[in-house]
């Protein structure tokens, strides 16, 4: 009888864990660039875009943090 261990759960989790930190990596560059667009070139189109990005983090942070809508 083969023991029942999480391995496979756990490195599919770190599999995860990894892909979201690299995710999260290249959202803070791309941040610190003011997401590659300039001040005098900021048109309505770009706050749609930021907007669009902020309510989708939104979304995760809440249900990350159990805030707004996945509060408790």
Known sequence: M?????DTALAAFI?????IDAMLERLAALS???FECSPEH?????VGTLEHYRARLREITD????EGEHAD
């Open 2 to 6: 083969v023991p029942k261990t999480n």
């Open 15 to 19: 599999s995860a864990k990894a892909e």
């Open 32 to 34: 610190a660039e003011h």
């Open 42 to 46: 900021v048109n309505w189109g770009d």
């Open 63 to 66: 249900m990350a943090f159990r």
